[in-house]
Structure formats: structure tokens, C-alpha cells
T-cell receptor
Framework: KAGVTQTPRYLIKTRGQQVTLSCSPI?????VSWYQQTPGQGLQFLFE???????NKGNFPGRFSGRQFSNSRSEMNVSTLELGDSALYLC????????????FGPGTRLTVT | AQRVTQPEKLLSVFKGAPVELKCNYS??????LFWYVQYSRQRLQLLLR??SRESIKGFTADLNKGETSFHLKKPFAQEEDSAMYYC???????????FGKGTRLSVIA
């Protein structure tokens, strides 16, 4: 089985811009979770999608949003980028529950200047 | 509220020495617990889960409900064990995994 893929792998953006990240889960996996990973805060949960619906949401501002398509692929969007948004954004997929064994993608490294 | 605490941000040990990465959790029910590992330039991956009670790469972890702990142990550390380790708790239902902040293990030759 192909693993979780994320595109792009690296991004450099300027403050105030917006960005869209993409995640393709493992075939058959319907739950997709997004995390922000930073050296200081570790892994912070952003949101989880299942069957094209946001089922769980973490404590992030409304600038962070996402969606899931009928083929389970997911995108997350960050609007009005701030310097503090610089991080590694990880996507993880699981069969149907977000707390089952999760399979992680390689991440998208976002740098905001 | 469910919470996972990994008290050490960084743990340095010498090659061949025993390793114990601490994980304490706060949860009222019977939890399902995991250890995830992230090696340098690799993706985060599952190392082991408590329900399988198996040893992976020489690592074991025992759930201690009395002390609400799930410490990760290995009797003899290897250089290739150097990585970031995350403890995670799986609540019931459709709520997400709760991760600790992680411990970076550095094994010194």
C-alpha cells in the first residue's frame, strides 16, 4: 500500500499570504487528521475529517481551516499567515477512528518570512 | 480531561546503557496507549501499543494503571535509537489521539 503523501514538501511564504496544503491518505482510510509540529510545542492537533465532515477541532484560530473530498483526500488552508505559523504540518490517516493507529505523512515544512 | 505528560524534553544516555522514557497520563477509564517515534528525516511512526504487549526494536512498555504510567524501556541503548519519542493516549469513541510533548533521546557513542 502506498503511504500517506503530502504536497508540497516545502513552502516559503510571506506574512499575510495564504497557503493550501494537501494530503492523500492511505487507500481505504477515511479519517484524516492534521497536526502542527514545532520544537517548542511538539505535536498540536489541528482538526480531523471523516466522510467529508470535520469531526474534531483543536484550539487553533479560525485562520486554520480544512476540508476533505469524497476520495478522502484532504486539504488545509491557513489564511493571513503569521511568523508563528512556521512549522512542520503533518497529516495522518487511520481507518475510521482518529485514535486508532495513525499513519503519518512526511509533512510540509512551512516557513513564513 | 485527558492529558499525557512526558517530563523529560531531552534524555541523553551512553550506548549500551539502559533507557527509560517516562510517560504519565491522566484518564479516568481504561486507556489505550501508544509510543510513536520519529527518526531524523523520517516520518512519525508507531513504535508499539500497550494492547499488543510486544517488544519492538528491543523496546517494551508496560501499562501501570496504579501509577497511570506507560514508560518506554530498553535494556541496552543503541546509537540508532536516537530519535524523538511521543507517548499518546487513545480516548474512546471518535475523539483524537492525545500526544505528549515528546522526549528527544540522544544515545552517545
Amino acid at each position: 500500500k502506498a503511504g500517506v503523501t503530502q504536497t508540497p514538501r516545502y513552502l516559503i511564504k510571506t506574512r499575510g499570504q495564504q497557503v493550501t496544503l494537501s494530503c492523500s491518505p492511505i487507500s481505504g482510510h477515511r479519517s484524516v487528521s492534521w497536526y502542527q509540529q514545532t520544537p517548542g510545542q511538539g505535536l498540536q492537533f489541528l482538526f480531523e475529517y471523516f466522510s467529508e465532515t470535520q469531526r474534531n477541532k483543536g484550539n487553533f484560530p479560525g485562520r486554520f481551516s480544512g476540508r476533505q473530498f469524497s476520495n478522502s483526500r484532504s486539504e488545509m488552508n491557513v489564511s493571513t499567515l503569521e511568523l508563528g505559523d512556521s512549522a512542520l504540518y503533518l497529516c495522518a490517516s487511520s481507518l475510521d477512528r482518529p485514535a486508532q493507529e495513525q499513519y503519518f505523512g512526511p509533512g510540509t515544512r512551512l516557513t513564513v518570512t | 480531561a485527558q492529558r499525557v505528560t512526558q517530563p523529560e524534553k531531552l534524555l541523553s544516555v551512553f550506548k549500551g546503557a539502559p533507557v527509560e522514557l517516562k510517560c504519565n497520563y491522566s484518564y479516568s477509564g481504561s486507556p489505550e496507549l501508544f509510543w510513536y517515534v520519529q527518526y531524523s528525516r523520517q516520518r512519525l511512526q508507531l513504535l508499539l501499543r500497550h494492547i499488543s504487549r510486544e517488544s519492538i526494536k528491543g523496546f517494551t512498555a508496560d501499562l501501570n494503571k496504579g501509577e497511570t504510567s506507560f514508560h518506554l524501556k530498553k535494556p541496552f541503548a543503541q546509537e540508532e535509537d536516537s530519535a524523538m519519542y511521543y507517548c499518546a493516549l487513545s480516548p474512546p469513541g471518535n475523539t483524537p489521539l492525545v500526544f505528549g510533548k515528546g522526549t528527544r533521546l540522544s544515545v552517545i557513542a
